[in-house]
């Protein structure tokens, strides 16, 4: 069971990005998928989570309306498309896979190596 998440990079404030999480090893259509972010020195923070089959969705306030995850299992691959960023988005983001839709890392239990994002003012 592998995911991998790219897309990452530098952009400027207000601009947008479209990260993706592309799974491997098993069929992923009965797993959440999640979106986790750390930035420097803080702890890592839940993003926002999918469920694969009926597409449902869930945002941490301080991303909703900005951001959106989407997926698109005929790939098994999932995507974090945000919109407007800021400054403080600067962070690694991770995506994960569990069996429940929450915002609790623990509960994820896979994880992808972490894509860079780099939010400059």
């Known amino acids: 069971v592998q995911l991998q998440a790219s897309g990452g990079g530098l952009v400027q404030a207000g601009g947008s990005l479209r990260l993706s999480c592309a799974t491997s090893?098993?069929?992923?259509?009965?797993?959440?998928m999640g979106w986790f972010r750390q930035a420097p020195g803080k702890e890592r923070e839940f993003v926002g989570s999918?469920?694969?089959?009926?597409?449902?969705?869930y945002y941490a306030d301080s991303v909703k309306g900005r951001f959106t995850i989407s997926r698109d299992n005929a790939k098994n691959t999932g995507y974090l498309q945000m919109n407007s960023l800021k400054p403080e988005d600067t962070a690694v983001y991770y995506c994960?896979?569990?069996?429940?839709?929450?915002?609790?890392?623990?509960?994820?239990?896979?994880w992808g190596q972490g894509t860079q994002v780099t939010v400059s003012s």
């Open positions: 994960a896979a569990g069996p429940k839709f929450t915002v609790r890392e623990s509960q994820y239990d896979y």
């Open positions: 090893g098993r069929t992923f259509s009965s797993y959440i």
């Open positions: 999918i469920t694969w089959r009926g597409g449902s969705t």
